[in-house]
């Protein structure tokens, strides 16, 4: 079986882009029903990932499904616009799909940015769940995040997969 990979607008195609990150981890005695919940659901983001506040949800439904307009702040940006542009949840066939664009174009130049963040959520053989997380951004805040050392967009994007495997794990002990 090969691996599910993003489907990318040619805008924000990796390589072309001012910053990319990618990360990925695979954990077993889970499911994509376990994951996906808490991923969809943008009102559970802080429960389990630091880096995320000021959460402002779509109307009427905090989950996130194509055409949903909401906005949060995190790696120290104001609150980003965002729309969702691909939601599909996973089947026992297909991977959970999950993607937003972010922009942010106020302020000065030097803190503009365009965002594709993009996840994958699948079942793997074996009672395993791979969850690939990608970022793809434009922008001269985008040029200053790609040259920090250490990472904080790679650090940051893998501490939000760890914890959202540990609430995961935690709400199924929980049933």
Known sequence: MSASAIIWPSKYLPGTTDNFVSNETITSNLSSNNIWPLLSDITK???YYWNVSQITPPTGDPTLVESSE???STFGFP???SRVVESTPPTTATPGR???IAESTSG???SHISVYHAWLVEDLA???VRILTQESQIGEAAKGLAGERPDRM???HQDWLV???KAAKEAKECA
Do not use: D, H, K, T
Request: hydrophobic residues 40%.
């Open 126 to 128: 074996g009672g395993r």
């Open 70 to 72: 909401f906005s949060f």
């Open 45 to 47: 983001w802080e429960s």
């Open 154 to 156: 790679l650090n940051g």
């Open 79 to 81: 609150p980003l616009p």
């Open 108 to 110: 000065e130049p030097s």
């Open 163 to 165: 914890g959202l495997v």
């Open 98 to 100: 999950l993607a937003w």
